[in-house]
């Protein structure tokens, strides 16, 4: 490809970060053709607002486009909608649709996100039974807690918390299962877990853990949820929350290294040359951290995006990070940065008494005297994140004592 000639850059993927690799390339490469494909029937959204404000009834669906359609048009970009990427040719540089059309690619981005996990247990497909991943996953299950009654919500992950206090807020009655001894316990451990089962219990939620899902019980609508602890839960509606997986069929076709999500190096490039991963579906190199990541955040979709965005457009980038997540639930708040590995052996610092629900907590390495702080988080303590981000992009090795001391500014420990 000579010099005058214009790039063809295919993107697909219909979340976030394909919104904002547009925005990259066009910060830099105004002539160039994109095409945008995706498997929804929407132009690109975010999916935060999806368990808050949309599934609260408080705001139309429309909030999470990031751009109205017409933008894309204005940008030159093609959108093929409600149209899935079957495999990619890397010999040919071309991408087959669902439809049978082929598309042209030079520079192609993979932005397919992430699936989720489905649980396989008699009754599983029953209506009323319902997973939250899309828009319209969001407004059936809006539709369907407008009817009240009762809710059994399985998985006690940040999606399940969630949708219970968005339940709540409809008036149902809800009930969450949760197979492990609290609520988040892989992310916060038992302590700080166990404060967000006390903050659901507080808004009448009844929390029951260490209980397993055997099935559903109903015909033609579900009507229970069976647990392994005995009896059948009474249910309207379920929600199952059970995690999700990288969606990285299609990279298996054009034969790219996958390992937990996509590889990629430090911009973004996966081990074939002219194809890019970010966002949800990317296992990117954190120079930051020392070791590929992939995280499940708003962020880095955002920030991941542009920045995979920009990489195609030939601007040389290191996407590098403090891994940075957020959520609502009732009136707490939160902010969360910062990647703890499982082998890490982190210690928990708390800052704050967790009873007032303004507090905040940090899991930290033990180094020498102190800590290193590998995770901070705060609940309703606002304008602290950018301050926990410096002390884990600086390393600083600090005191536990003044770490936990509420009256110690963070700026003065970085
Ligand atoms: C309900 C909900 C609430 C959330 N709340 C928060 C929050 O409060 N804070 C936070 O930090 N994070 C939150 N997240 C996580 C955050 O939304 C994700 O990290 C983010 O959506 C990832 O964006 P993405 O663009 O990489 O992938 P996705 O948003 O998953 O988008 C991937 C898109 O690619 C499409 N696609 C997949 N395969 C193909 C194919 N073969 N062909 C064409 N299209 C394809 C999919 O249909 C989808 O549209 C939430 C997620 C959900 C679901």
């Not at 039974?129 to 940040?158: F, I, K, N, Q």
């Not at 609520?183 to 009844?206: C, K, N, S, Y």
């Not at 992939?294 to 990070?321: C, F, K, Q």
Request: net charge negative; with cysteine.
């Amino acid at each position: 490809m000579s010099d005058d000639e214009v790039v063809r850059y295919l993107i697909i993927g219909g979340g976030l970060t394909a919104a904002r690799a547009v925005e990259g390339i066009r910060e830099h490469d105004r002539e160039g053709a994109i095409t945008l494909v995706s498997a929804e029937d929407h132009p690109p959204y975010e999916r935060p607002p999806l368990s808050k404000d949309v599934l609260q009834g408080k705001a139309e669906a429309d909030v999470a486009y990031p751009h109205p359609e017409g933008w894309y048009l204005e940008q030159g970009v093609t959108l093929r909608l409600g149209q899935p990427a079957r495999s990619i040719s890397v010999d040919a540089r071309t991408v087959a649709l669902a439809d049978g059309t082929e598309l042209p690619w030079d520079r192609l981005l993979l932005a397919t996100g992430s699936v989720v996990r489905r649980l396989d247990v008699p009754g599983a497909d029953l209506p009323g039974v319902h997973y939250l991943r899309t828009m319209d996953d969001s407004l059936a299950l809006l539709d369907s807690l407008r009817g009240g009654g009762d809710v059994v919500v399985v998985g006690a992950g940040w999606i399940g918390l969630e949708v219970a206090a968005a339940a709540r807020e409809h008036g149902c009655t809800v009930t969450i299962v949760e197979p492990t001894p609290a609520p988040l316990l892989a992310v916060m451990g038992e302590r700080i877990g166990g404060w967000f089962a006390d903050l659901h219990t507080a808004h009448g939620v009844e929390v029951r853990l260490g209980a397993g899902v055997t099935g559903f019980s109903g015909t033609g609508h579900v009507t229970g949820v069976i647990t392994d602890t005995g009896g059948t839960i009474p249910a309207r509606t379920v929600v199952v929350g059970v995690g999700i997986r990288p969606s990285t069929e299609l990279a298996g076709t054009a034969g790219l290294a996958i390992d937990n999500g996509v590889l990629t190096d430090a911009a973004l490039r996966t081990s074939v040359a002219g194809i890019w991963a970010a966002g949800d579906v990317a296992n990117w190199e954190s120079r930051l951290l020392g070791r590929h990541v992939r995280v499940e955040h708003w962020a880095n979709a955002n920030d991941g995006g542009l920045a995979a965005g920009r990489s195609m457009a030939g601007v040389d980038i290191t996407y590098d990070p403090v891994p940075f997540f957020y959520s609502d639930q009732y009136e707490a708040g939160l902010e969360y940065a910062g990647y703890v590995p499982k082998d890490a052996g982190a210690e928990l610092v708390v800052r704050g008494d967790p009873a007032t629900n303004e507090f905040m907590a940090f899991w930290v390495a033990p180094e020498g005297d102190g800590a290193r702080v590998l995770a901070g988080m705060h609940v309703n303590v606002w304008d602290t994140i950018d301050a926990v981000q410096a002390l884990i992009r600086q390393g600083t090795v600090v005191s536990r004592e003044r770490l936990s001391d509420p009256s110690v500014p963070l700026e003065e420990l970085a």
